[in-house]
């Protein structure tokens, strides 16, 4: 158990449909992260947050947004979905900058029909 | 931009024999760090070995090994004495040492590998 908990574990909705993972990281961690992971793709960093404020920005499609609340857990918010947007979402979480361990939960796969 | 090769989208080793997967990187950066995170059926991404660009020493961690030839760009696992447990998706992936790149995790497609009894 890496001590990031993402929920749900998985979600079917429909295209256009608005729909919200939650990632909360290990006690004492001030950074997440949120990753893709889909069959064509393969894995891709979307963005990063610490302590509250963004502070990397990859391949994040305009319809996604994240934030990060003072209790420190995040939100992935993916919007107008499409059936390209299936695919298993990622959380981490690392104490500091990113460049040591990052800590991945489980994922929530998401099904976009 | 970095992109990360691995050539080998399959393998496969018999248990408590050794197998070594294969990585390529392609980066104009002088400083970065190179890691091989595991993917088991669990889904869940496992770090296995991190290592710093600047340090010449491979990173050793238990049974697991890379050879690191940065003038190749190359990044390698090796893995003795393999054990069942270690069937999984291997991948092995890039991060850039600058504020705007924390982490930033650039990933290769991905190695199977299988461990046979």
């Known amino acids: 158990d890496s001590g990031v908990t993402q929920t749900p574990k998985h979600l079917i909705t429909a295209t256009g449909q608005r729909v919200t993972l939650r990632c909360s990281p290990r006690?004492?961690?001030?950074?997440v992260y949120w990753y893709q992971q889909s069959l064509d793709q393969g894995l891709q960093f979307l963005i990063q947050?610490?302590?509250?404020?963004?502070?990397a920005k990859g391949n994040i499609l305009e319809r996604f947004s994240a934030q990060q609340f003072p209790d420190l857990h995040s939100e992935l918010n993916l919007s107008s979905l499409e059936l390209g947007d299936s695919a298993l979402y990622f959380c981490?979480?690392?104490?500091?900058?990113?460049?040591?361990?990052?800590?991945f939960g489980s994922g929530t796969q998401l099904s976009v029909l | 931009a970095q992109t990360v090769t691995q050539s080998q989208p399959e393998m496969s080793v018999q248990e408590a024999e050794t197998v070594t997967l294969s990585c390529t990187y392609d980066?104009?950066?002088?400083?970065?760090?190179l890691f091989w995170y595991k993917q088991p059926p669990s889904r869940q991404m496992i770090l296995v070995i991190r290592q710093e660009a600047y340090k010449q020493q491979n990173a050793t961690e238990n049974r697991f090994s890379v050879n690191f030839q940065k003038a190749a760009k190359s990044f390698s696992l090796k893995i003795s004495d393999s054990q069942l447990g270690d069937t999984a998706m291997y991948f092995c992936a890039f991060m850039k040492e600058d504020g705007g790149s924390q982490g930033n995790l650039i990933f290769g497609k991905g190695t199977k590998l299988s461990v046979k009894p």
């Open positions: 947050y610490y302590n509250g404020e963004e502070r």
């Open positions: 981490a979480s690392s104490a500091g900058r990113g460049y040591e361990k990052l800590f």
């Open positions: 006690s004492g961690d001030l950074s």
């Open positions: 980066t104009s950066e002088s400083n970065y760090y």
